[in-house]
């Protein structure tokens, strides 16, 4: 029987910047055509946000909130290490980068060769700025994917009900999505090399908005065109649940030793009709954290799709899918770290499920 580590983490894409590229965003975001004026007024701001913009404009909290990210990844990646897995199954989000008009899959397991190649700044959003590491715009990684693993995970939870596509190499983008990219190379900071397999987990948590922001936040420059109905929605928090429990299953009666990680920030401001766009929604955040940190996936498993959307949480359906698994297992998680911020976009939460 498989032995299993959950992890739940984080692939914030700000924090491939430079401290000052990462403390500038919030700016770009409270300056778009669509955001309500008044934020553009610190006499509105909140208390809390004006003691993260400081009298540099966000530059001294990038400082400290990157300190605070590095010592979680490196923690994670310690343990990942300890664990010695066979390979890890990172479930993250596409946004409009492997999976565009011609096919917007629910969830798509990608089996990759052992070792592949990406350059990893030179696609997706983030390509030709400049990068924490100060790395050159062509840099080749070598990452490694466990084909003959996908084949089991994708085949048993075929065989368990799920409709479950999957992929063997990449459709639109050179490289894996931004979503997998990051979380690899953030557990891998120090650059020592990350050279446990990956089997990337595609959730589309983006849903009706993908193709209509674009992944991002097309929405807050311009106003979406969709003709008719809205462009079909992600899967809910109940399939995701279901999906995650399969998994664990699958993988618990495989011959593999796994981690199932989870990497996605909680509420993203820019997507949160609940609170403007401006700063993620705490209130929502802070139910979700109580409710997990009780193990109460019920919680998790009732939310809709409508209640996922005005919080901002739809990269949270990376962590249903996780929750999913872990109720599964009867895990409770360790929350490690649960971090909040005004200008950095979206709540960060660190946790790990061990083995009873
Ligand atoms: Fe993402």
Redesign the pocket.
Known sequence: MGDILGIGTT?Y?ALTRTDEGLSSLWQYIINAPRIDPKWKDRRNWPAGMLDEVGNDMGLSAARRYRARMWTNFRKQRQMIDEFAPDFVVII??D?YENFKEDIIPPFCVYGLDRDFEQEVWAHGHNAGKDNFWGEPPDLKVTFHGHREGAKYLTSGLINRGVAMPYAYRMLHSPTLA??FNYTVLYLDLDRRGFLHPIIPFHVN?YGSAVISSRGFAAHLFEEPKQGGLPDPPGPNPALCHEVGAKLAETLAASPYRCVIMAS?SWSHCFLSTNTGYVIPDFESDRMMLDALANGDYELWRRRTIEEVEAAGHH?LLNWHVLAGAMAALKRKPVIADYVESFIFQSDKCFAVFPPN
């Open positions: 692939h894409p993250a989000d946004q931004h979503g948590c996605s990269e």
